[in-house]
């Protein structure tokens, strides 16, 4: 590591703050937990994630706030007041009005680095939670113009100490991708779910192991996702418009009942099948460069 990590502070003890928490404890890094919810906190502390915080410790070199993005700014605002630690950084899965909220809640923009570890969002408890959840993955950093190379070197500890490695975006561009690549994609499954809530157990037997694959990510947290989706309310909008006029543009064909309807359908079909061997073939890619090194081909 280019800068030594020995203490950090976690806020927040759900999948993605327990799994950081559990990755820095492995690298030795001494741990300390913050949670409101002391059930949330005391689970975490039972999976070896660390300690619970106490008043009276000193600042530790690494505070990362784990919440939902709306808490971000008044989490990081209140932990600065009190002291917690010398860099902040947080987790949430939108930047742009995470940025803008810090800034205007009157935080310490020079000693926080947004970020977010791009391997899904907490889940509904800490069984997702694992210290190798984000080895082999991207860890977006979207610093201001004016973050010190001191706090960048701190969170380049954290990240080297969770496996994952770094790439920086402007906070706008990381919204957008992540709009593209999971929020949408996400919201959209779960309209397709819908279908099937109140369905009965015989129908939903026939269905085939490819519409569970197509509805897999609609099983997250509800009340995280719906805070996840307004915080980039407009990337998303642009990804379900486009998929919206799509959509509809295949059931005028299909109403129409015209001979030529299969020849009109074809190119989007194709172009779905290309985008799903591209998706694929990037995530086998991945899974190689996951892989340790004496594993990899």
């Not at 070199?61 to 630690?85: I, K, M, N």
């Not at 694992?130 to 201001?144: I, K």
């Not at 509805?215 to 009340?223: E, F, K, L, N, S």
Request: hydrophobic share 45%; net charge negative.
């Amino acid at each position: 590591m280019t800068t030594t990590l020995r203490t950090a502070v976690v806020i927040g003890c759900g999948t993605t703050g327990a799994s950081v928490a559990l990755a820095l404890t492995l690298a030795g890094v001494q741990v300390a937990l913050v949670d409101e919810d002391p059930r949330a906190l005391h689970e975490a502390v039972a999976l070896g994630a660390g300690t619970a915080w106490t008043p009276g410790l000193p600042p530790a070199d690494l505070v990362v706030v784990a919440t939902a993005p709306s808490a971000v700014a008044d989490v990081l605002h209140g932990a600065q007041s009190r002291g917690l630690g010398h860099v902040y950084t947080d987790t949430a899965g939108t930047k742009d009005i995470v940025c803008a909220e810090a800034e205007l809640r009157g935080c310490d923009l020079k000693g926080y680095v947004p970020g977010h570890p791009l391997a899904g969002p907490d889940g509904t408890g800490q069984e997702a939670a694992a210290a190798d959840r984000f080895t082999g993955r991207p860890w977006a950093v979207c610093p201001y113009e004016t973050t010190p190379a001191w706090a960048l070197e701190t969170v380049d500890a954290l990240i080297e100490a969770c496996g994952a490695y770094r790439i920086d975006l402007a906070s706008h561009v990381h919204d957008r991708i992540v709009a593209e690549l999971s929020h949408g994609p996400h919201l959209i499954a779960a309209a397709l779910a819908t279908r099937f809530a109140d369905s009965s157990e015989a129908f939903l037997g026939l269905a085939e192991d490819r519409l569970l694959d197509a509805v897999r990510t609609a099983g997250g947290d509800p009340w995280l996702w719906s805070d996840v989706l307004a915080h980039n309310a407009g990337p998303v909008a642009d990804v379900l418009d486009r998929v919206a006029d799509q959509l509809a543009r295949a059931a005028a064909i299909l109403r129409e009942g015209d001979s030529c309807a299969p020849v009109e359908l074809a190119p989007t079909l194709e172009e779905g099948r290309r985008g799903q061997a591209a998706l694929r073939q990037a995530v086998q890619r991945r899974t190689v460069r996951d892989a340790p090194a004496e594993d990899r081909v």
